[in-house]
């Protein structure tokens, strides 16, 4: 939507779009994570390879997710098809599905402190995605864009990588 002009910026997962195309900043860098209940025969787990997840049920964000194209990429060339038993865009959901023992999912390390209660089990090899803020370049930059950019930037400067 940036690179039609829909949209001036966005708050994008960088590891899709094509930077070089843009302007962008980095915000963060987050590690993905397999979440389980604790009764989970995986939680005790120091980490996971997608081997250990082949037979596991899996709940995956929407079908449209950066994360899931990903993971379905890392899964294929690994050779295994996940077994995915449900996508989902709403983290109460994904939530309950794990707490009733239902499945694991893959989420962004950094969630987890909101979700007490859940194991979040870091992939190996790890899986990093970066997040961030985007805008076309060569583009003509609204004073209000201007002023939100450097208001994250001032509130935020250890978050932000210019790229």
Not at 56 to 61: A, H, K, P, T
Not at 102 to 121: D, T, V
Request: net charge negative.
């Amino acid at each position: 939507m940036v690179f039609d002009e829909t949209l001036d910026l966005a708050l994008v997962n960088m590891n899709f779009y094509e930077i070089d195309k843009l302007n962008s900043y980095q915000l963060l860098s987050d590690r993905i994570v397999f979440c389980v209940s604790p009764e989970h025969s995986l939680a005790k787990e120091k980490e996971v390879s997608l081997e250990m997840l082949k037979d596991e049920n899996l709940i995956l964000y929407n079908t449209d997710s950066v994360l899931n194209t990903t993971l379905y990429s890392r899964f294929e060339g690994a050779g295994i098809k996940p077994n995915v038993i449900m996508h989902a865009s709403q983290l109460f959901t994904i939530r309950n599905f794990i707490s009733n023992h239902l499945g694991g999912a893959f989420l962004y390390s950094s969630l987890m402190k909101n979700l007490p209660g859940l194991i979040g089990i870091p992939v190996a090899p790890a899986i990093r995605q970066e997040i961030g803020l985007v805008w076309k370049k060569g583009k003509y930059v609204n004073d209000s864009v201007e002023k939100y950019i450097a208001f994250v930037q001032e509130m935020n400067p250890e978050l932000f990588t210019p790229s």
